[in-house]
């Protein structure tokens, strides 16, 4: 299995998690479960955060760390159109690590809490080589109003709340040995979870819905292929972060390797009926492209009227090094 790429070592292990039915609501495959608790529906979502993967600790503070490790699950929650209400933490401390160093953390995590209202209740650290933080967010859904990935139909239209590109600009500027913008780089240091996005979306009547962690082109064909319907996006139409065309052509790389493929933007999108679009364009969605029929595929339409798949646009942790 270690030549498996993350999405197919995900597909390896399904057979041995809990499938949707009676009080799960949602199970797996999508950006978090959600649980019937005789009415009430909780949503649940962890991710890991890992040195030199996810961050750097030349470019992030602590601080920084522990806010990104809170926003990147608020961020689930924003994509299934919940609130959060708590969290946990797991640490992984390397002896590199000082109390000092370790309370700045908390401070991040903290100061998200307070950000999109919910509260740090707890968690483990435990001794080890590299540094790694594990926070699980819990938070409040409708059972039967939570959004999924599965629901967008042909005819559907796409819609993007949020900036896309300008995190990996920053990190490829870096990369060549330029300074990075400020205003890109702090993409990468503090993302934005759009937790009220996602509800407004959500309440426009979203079929479905994904945040953007691994990049535009790879998230929207997770849509897809949970839908079984297939995209066209139009380039010019997507949102790009100020300064990211900018740094593409400093850098002489195509903008669409930042904007459709650079992930780590925690954009939220969409799929909505034509006629929810007013409604989601109120909640600050752009609309992008369209839903159509066809085999699970996302394609990407170019000024020039030429088409580019974005299959293999975006991040997979088993085949790409880290920032």
């Not at 197919?8 to 950006?31: K, M, N, Q, T, Y």
């Not at 109003?145 to 990190?171: F, K, N, Q």
Request: proline share 4%; glycine share 12%; charged share 20%.
């Amino acid at each position: 299995m270690s030549n498996l790429g993350e999405f197919e070592l995900i597909a390896r292990l399904s057979p041995f998690l809990a499938s949707a039915g009676d009080d799960l609501v949602v199970g797996h495959g999508d950006d978090a479960a959600v649980i019937d608790l005789d009415g009430r529906g909780v949503c649940l979502a962890v991710d890991v955060l890992v040195d030199e993967v996810h961050f750097r600790r030349d470019l992030s503070s602590m601080a920084d760390v522990g806010w990104k490790a809170v926003a990147v699950n608020v961020s689930d929650m924003a994509a299934m159109g919940a609130r959060p209400t708590v969290a946990v933490v797991g640490l992984c401390r390397p002896p590199s690590l000082d109390a000092a160093a370790v309370e700045q953390l908390y401070e991040g995590m903290s100061e998200a809490c307070r950000e999109w209202g919910l509260r740090l209740v707890g968690g483990d650290t435990v001794a080890a080589q590299a540094l790694a933080v594990s926070v699980t967010v819990l938070g409040d859904v409708q059972p039967d109003a939570a959004v999924r990935r599965s629901g967008a139909r042909p005819g559907d239209r796409i819609v993007v709340v949020g900036e896309l590109g300008g995190a990996s600009a920053a990190l490829a500027q870096l990369r060549a040995g330029v300074d990075a913008d400020e205003r890109l780089l702090q993409a990468h240091r503090r993302p934005v979870a759009r937790v009220d996005a996602g509800a407004a979306l959500a309440a426009a009547g979203a079929t479905a819905m994904i945040d953007v962690s691994d990049g535009f082109g790879a998230d929207l064909l997770h849509v897809c292929e949970a839908s079984g319907v297939a995209a066209v996006v139009d380039a010019e139409r997507l949102p790009a972060a100020a300064g990211v065309h900018e740094a593409a052509r400093a850098l002489d790389v195509d903008p669409m390797v930042f904007v459709a493929g650079g992930g780590d933007d925690y954009a939220l999108v969409a799929t909505v009926a034509a006629d929810g679009v007013p409604a989601a364009e109120a909640a600050g969605a752009v609309e992008v492209g369209e839903v159509i029929q066809g085999s699970p595929a996302a394609t990407l339409r170019l000024p020039d009227g030429s088409t580019r798949d974005l299959a293999g646009m975006g991040w997979d942790h088993y085949r790409q090094e880290g920032p």
